[in-house]
C-alpha cells in the first residue's frame, strides 16, 4: 500500500516537473521600438576612430525609412542616404564628384538612438578600396572629443 502511494508521488511529480518548465520558460515579448528617426535628425559628431579630429556632419529624416547624412566622410555638400530598418542602417553611393564609391555600408543605431556606428568599403577612381569604421554621437562638441597629439 506504501508503495502504491509512493509510486503515484513519484508520477505526479515527475508529470509536474515538466509542466513546471514550460510555464517558467516562457520567452517575453519583446519591447517594442518606440523611437522615431525625427530623433536622429540634428547635428552630430563624426569620429573616424583614428587620429583624425572628429567633424560635425547633420543628419535629415528623409521618409520613415530613410535619413541622409550631410558631410558624409567629411566630404562638404555631399550626401548619402541610409535605409533604417529597426536600428539597423544600409546604404551605399558616390561622393566627391562621382570620385569615391561607398558599398559595403552598414550600421547599427545604438545608446538609445544617441550613437550610430558604421561601417562601409570606399573605392576611389584608381581602383584603391579602404574599409571604414565609424561612430558617430549625437550633438556636436569638438572639445569633447578632442584628439591630443604628444610629439
Avoid at 68 to 77: K, L, V
Avoid at 82 to 107: C, K, N, P
Wanted: proline share 2%; net charge negative.
Amino acid at each position: 500500500m506504501k508503495t502504491n502511494r509512493l509510486f503515484n508521488v513519484l508520477v505526479a511529480l515527475l508529470l509536474m516537473f515538466p509542466l513546471c518548465m514550460v510555464t517558467s520558460c516562457t520567452e517575453e515579448d519583446a519591447p517594442e521600438l518606440t523611437h522615431s528617426l525625427d530623433e536622429l535628425s540634428g547635428d552630430w559628431t563624426w569620429d573616424f576612430n583614428d587620429e583624425s579630429a572628429p567633424v560635425k556632419v547633420t543628419v535629415i529624416k528623409l521618409s520613415s525609412t530613410e535619413v541622409a547624412i550631410d558631410n558624409f566622410h567629411n566630404m562638404d555638400g555631399d550626401r548619402i542616404t541610409m535605409h533604417v530598418s529597426g536600428t539597423s542602417l544600409s546604404f551605399s553611393g558616390t561622393i566627391a564628384g562621382d570620385a569615391l564609391t561607398i558599398s559595403e555600408g552598414t550600421g547599427t543605431i545604438i545608446n538609445g538612438w544617441q550613437g550610430m556606428t558604421l561601417s562601409y568599403l570606399t573605392t576611389d577612381s584608381e581602383g584603391e578600396q579602404e574599409r571604414f569604421d565609424i561612430t558617430l554621437t549625437k550633438g556636436y562638441n569638438v572639445a569633447k572629443k578632442a584628439i591630443v597629439q604628444v610629439k
